[in-house]
């Protein structure tokens, strides 16, 4: 991996959602690089009960759309928002969902990212959502 640009004065905590190893490995190691601290989840489900023991300690939320035999990511942005409004959420998928109107708004307010993703990719958009400026979801 490349060497990746300057990121936050801050260590947060990510919460990292997906079903898929390597994504959670190769997102890991970016923020983790960065000097945050990450914690990873399988699926929905995992994702869910990791929040509920860890909610005050979670800064940002990224999480896949689509997971089999678990709650999906909207789902869990859902129940994340009723405990915790401010934290920003990211969405990460491999397929767009081109029948639900919530991945278009996902999109239009660059609230997705596409896989595969370079680190770079990850940042910025990570970034743009940290700013004053920038809010996710």
Known sequence: MAA???????KLTFLV?????????????VLSRL??????????????????????????????IMMPDSIDGFTLAERVR???PSLPILFITGALPDDDPRTLDLVERR????????PEQLI???QSHLSPAG???
């Open 4 to 10: 990746v640009p300057r990121f936050s004065d801050r």
């Open 17 to 29: 959602v997906d079903d898929e190893p390597f994504i959670l490995e190769y997102v890991r190691q």
């Open 35 to 64: 000097g945050q601290r990450v914690l990873t989840a399988r699926n929905g489900d995992e994702a869910w009960s990791l929040f509920e023991r860890q909610r005050n300690t979670i800064d940002f939320l990224l999480t896949d």
């Open 82 to 84: 009723q405990v915790k």
């Open 111 to 118: 609230l997705l990212l596409k896989k595969p993703f370079f």
């Open 124 to 126: 910025t958009l990570l």
């Open 135 to 137: 809010s996710a979801v």
